[in-house]
């Protein structure tokens, strides 16, 4: 079965950056997109941008662009999200998620928790 | 990038209920539009996506409808585990995605 893993909670202050890694297992790494979504406590979800695990290739949402960047290893079947210029509303669960069509398999999230 | 546009953003509602949800997309996003739930400390869940189709498992008391810019969420005879926030997604934008806002439907 599909399994994505997410690394564990990180504090950050104001300005740092901070890189969340998501482990893939359960299928064809390269044959999928991995895509990140963010929720601050008690908000929405908000996409921030995918990646092609197979090419690299990325698209980010337009209010992330600048500040987002999304890199795999193919070695490892792991992807990672790096947010840099932190803010305090960057505070959020960061999920990656394994589209079939539309998101079916997400993981577990990552809190990022950002506070002078 | 394509808006989102949800309401309303909270549903008062009782179990039985006909409860239904609008998300307006700023352009045609055609059928591409996808419906999820997501209960408090859980990850979204899959119900509807290409606007109309139920993914394997969701009840028949959900369904979706609209194409083009508008579009509609129906929850039939609302459930107790039915109390939760529903988000749209348009995936039609080759290269970016979209959530709505959200509603939250409470008793």
């Known amino acids: 079965q599909v399994q994505l893993l997410q690394s564990g909670p990180e504090v950050k202050k104001p300005g740092a950056s901070v890189k969340v890694s998501c482990t893939a297992s359960?299928?064809?790494?390269?044959?999928?997109?991995i895509h990140w979504v963010r929720q601050a406590p008690g908000q929405g979800l908000e996409w921030v941008g995918r990646i092609n695990a197979d090419t690299g290739d990325t698209n980010y949402a337009q209010q992330f662009q600048g500040r987002v960047s999304m890199t795999r290893d193919t070695s490892i079947t792991t992807v990672y999200m790096e947010l840099s210029g932190l803010r305090s509303d960057d505070t959020a669960r960061y999920f990656c998620?394994?589209?079939?069509?539309?998101?079916?398999?997400w993981g577990q999230g990552t809190l990022i928790t950002v506070s002078s | 990038d394509i808006q989102m546009t949800q309401t309303p953003s909270t549903i008062s509602a009782s179990v039985g209920d006909r409860v239904t949800i609008s998300c307006r997309a700023s352009q045609s996003i055609r059928v591409w539009l996808a419906w999820y739930q997501q209960k408090p400390g859980e990850v979204p869940s899959l119900l509807i996506y290409?606007?109309?189709t139920l993914e394997t498992g969701v009840p028949s008391r959900f369904s979706g409808s609209g194409s083009g810019t508008e579009f509609t969420l129906t929850i039939n005879s609302l459930q107790p585990d039915d109390f939760a926030t529903y988000y749209c997604?348009?995936?039609?934008?080759?290269?970016?995605?979209?959530f709505g806002q959200g509603t939250k439907v409470e008793i």
């Open positions: 359960g299928y064809t790494f390269s044959a999928f997109y």
């Open positions: 997604q348009q995936y039609s934008s080759y290269s970016t995605w979209t």
């Open positions: 290409k606007a109309s």
């Open positions: 998620a394994k589209p079939h069509i539309v998101l079916r398999d």
